[in-house]
């Protein structure tokens, strides 16, 4: 159980160290125009992340929003569910880390022109690199969400049988009370 707790820490490090990563890369291209790496990293391997940027220019425009204002307080909140060894940030953190990786996912389809023929619809996907940057991130950020809602079904069932145990106690204590004390007036106890 002790190592499944812990694997919840996985989608918002993972989320964590590749937007951290994509604004370095950003920052970086800032210094170095011209080197060919630095464009490779934020254009190919990134480029998610500028997407999504653009999307949430509209509404924050604030330089190095997704990293300040999502990822960071997303991996904080891990981080104190962590070491609180407390289930409820960890729950927050992962439902929020799958949001936010949907949204990398929604905003890369957002930037593709749309073109239908006979009722199909285009689907973007990066190839390459960025497919598999995308590919972690979601996939780490759903296998924590899994793993939190396996820990509250557990947590439940535990809870559940604790109950039911409980009721057994009581409903056998009442009947033993019940049958004692009918004996005690002639009646036969059982």
């Not at 011209?34 to 934020?42: G, V």
């Not at 289930?87 to 990398?104: C, D, I, K, N, Q």
């Not at 590919?135 to 759903?142: D, E, F």
């Not at 009442?174 to 005690?184: A, I, K, L, M, Y």
Request: overall charge positive; aromatic content about 14%.
């Amino acid at each position: 159980m002790n190592r499944l707790f812990k694997l919840q820490f996985l989608g918002p490090l993972a989320l964590f160290a590749a937007t951290l990563s994509a604004e370095l890369a950003a920052r970086a291209l800032q210094y170095a125009p011209s080197s060919e790496l630095l464009w490779f990293f934020n254009l190919k391997m990134f480029g998610i992340f500028q997407r999504s940027d653009a999307a949430l220019s509209y509404l924050v425009p604030i330089d190095g929003f997704q990293f300040f204002g999502i990822a960071l307080p997303i991996f904080a909140l891990a981080c104190v569910g962590l070491a609180a060894r407390s289930r409820l940030p960890f729950t927050v953190a992962t439902h929020l880390s799958v949001a936010y990786a949907g949204f990398l996912v929604l905003s890369w389809q957002a930037g593709v022109p749309s073109l239908q023929e006979a009722s199909l619809a285009t689907i973007a996907v990066p190839s390459g690199v960025g497919l598999y940057v995308m590919a972690i991130i979601l996939g780490t950020c759903l296998l924590s969400f899994a793993i939190t809602h396996l820990l509250y079904f557990l947590a439940v069932g535990k809870e559940v049988r604790a109950l039911v145990s409980w009721l057994r106690r009581v409903s056998s204590r009442r009947t033993s009370h019940f049958f004692g004390f009918r004996g005690r007036f002639g009646f036969p106890s059982a």
